[in-house]
């Protein structure tokens, strides 16, 4: 599998990389966010939905699943399913993965059966305090090019 680590010093240059991406998603794109509570996945769709030229603050959906601003580009569809642990049933997520707009979910491992099968997958591990691990994991061509387009014009790899 096609694997890239980019190296952030601050929550601005995690930015910076998220808006580039969300320069260059497409309608359908779904994104999958993993790492530990204040690791940036937040921070990440916020800068995501910039680069989509959304406005509107993007705030973490916990307690609501989902949050759509259409204010952008493109639809995002932004979801937080960490309270989804005991959850087995069907919620309609396909609904959201097969529309117009980007999905991006944090914690999707907890809805692993339920996602498409190609996605970009995104972890971000805290090595220090403003330092960051960005790893990129797609799956599927269209997410690896999409990938390659990323890193090297952000030129960190
Ligand atoms: P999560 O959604 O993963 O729980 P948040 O994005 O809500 O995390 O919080 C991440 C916190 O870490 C923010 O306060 C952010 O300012 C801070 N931070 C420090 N350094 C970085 C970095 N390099 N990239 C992203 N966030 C960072
Ligand atoms: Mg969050």
């Given at each position: ?45 916020k800068g995501l939905a910039k680069g989509m030229g ?23 569809y932004h979801m937080d399913v960490y309270r989804m642990e005991d959850s087995e ?69």
């Amino acid at each position: 599998m096609t694997k890239h680590t980019v190296r952030t010093n601050s929550p601005e240059v995690t930015t910076k990389l998220a808006v580039r991406l969300g320069e260059l998603v497409n309608p359908g794109d779904v994104i999958t966010l993993e790492g530990d509570l204040g690791a940036g996945k937040t921070t990440f769709t916020k800068g995501l939905a910039k680069g989509m030229g959304i406005r509107k603050n993007v705030n973490s959906p916990t307690f609501t699943i989902m949050k759509e601003y259409r204010d952008g580009r493109l639809p995002l569809y932004h979801m937080d399913v960490y309270r989804m642990e005991d959850s087995e049933e069907d919620l309609g997520f396909d609904e959201f993965f097969e529309g117009e707009g980007v999905t991006v979910v944090e914690w999707a491992h907890l809805i692993q059966e339920q996602l498409p099968p190609d996605r970009l997958g995104i972890r971000i591990l805290r090595v220090e305090d403003e330092s960051r691990e960005i790893i990129f994991e797609p799956i599927g061509d269209h997410y690896i090019g999409l990938c390659k387009e990323l890193i090297y014009e952000s030129n960190c790899d």
